[in-house]
């Protein structure tokens, strides 16, 4: 399974709302799909996991959804602190279990 | 508090072998399937594969097959990944992680500090 994910950057301005898309080449369940915030210098952070539950201590302005083989991360309102690179990740049955290229989200 | 603690940084000849530490904190090993990923310099992350840490069979990502083990030292409650004959390029982030089951089908909720290894003649 590859995981495309876009745009590859995203430039925002806080306050404005961003969409990272996460595109799958075959359907997948939605409890195999996850995404991650990395930060520059860190390790990665569960933000969602079963598409659209978010892990513990993720405020509830970022959202995931879709199904099949489209899935979408959503930041209602972006924050300072959000600007990061974002991973969407296929842990199921099926090996490997992939992540995508990663959306990187700058300031505008 | 649940941890994953990795061991510090490596500076390694082409050739030679390291092995990465990552010890469990605040939980035991046994109960959680731990994975390794790889970041190799600017570039995303990969997969490498998993270690059953109940019965310590390890499932190896193509790529990652031959020169690379993965190992529990469970008295001591550490995961380990050793690569041998190493390569310039394998210089990249090691990151173990962990997923809330026993199984690596998962998604990862906790995840090491990370391990620098920079092979260099």
């Known amino acids: 399974i590859v995981l495309t994910q876009s745009p590859g950057t995203l430039s925002s301005s806080p306050g404005e709302r961003a969409t990272l898309s996460c595109r799958a080449s075959q359907s997948v369940s939605s409890s195999d799909l996850a995404w991650y915030q990395q930060k520059f210098g860190q390790a990665p952070r569960l933000l969602m996991h079963g598409a659209s539950s978010r892990a513990t201590g993720i405020p509830d302005r970022f959202a995931g959804s879709g199904s099949g083989t489209d899935f979408t991360l959503t930041i209602s309102r972006v924050e300072p602190e959000d600007f990061a690179v974002y991973y969407c990740?296929?842990?199921?049955?099926?090996?490997?279990?992939?992540f995508g290229q990663g959306t990187k989200l700058e300031i505008k | 508090q649940v941890q994953l603690v990795q061991s510090g940084s490596e500076l390694k000849k082409p050739g030679a072998s390291v092995m990465v530490a990552c010890k469990a904190s605040?939980?035991?090993?046994?109960?959680?399937?731990i994975i390794w990923v790889r970041q190799a310099p600017g570039q995303g992350l990969e997969w490498m594969g998993w270690i059953n840490t109940n019965t310590g069979n390890p499932t190896y990502a193509q790529g990652f097959r031959g020169r690379f083990v993965f190992s529990l030292d469970t008295s001591v409650n550490t995961a380990y990944l050793l690569i041998s004959s190493l390569k310039a390029e394998d210089s990249a982030v090691y990151y173990c992680a962990r997923t809330p089951s026993g199984s690596y089908s998962d998604a990862f909720h906790v995840w090491g500090q990370g391990t620098m290894v920079t092979v260099s003649s």
């Open positions: 605040g939980y035991t090993l046994t109960r959680h399937a």
């Open positions: 990740q296929y842990h199921g049955n099926s090996y490997p279990n992939t």
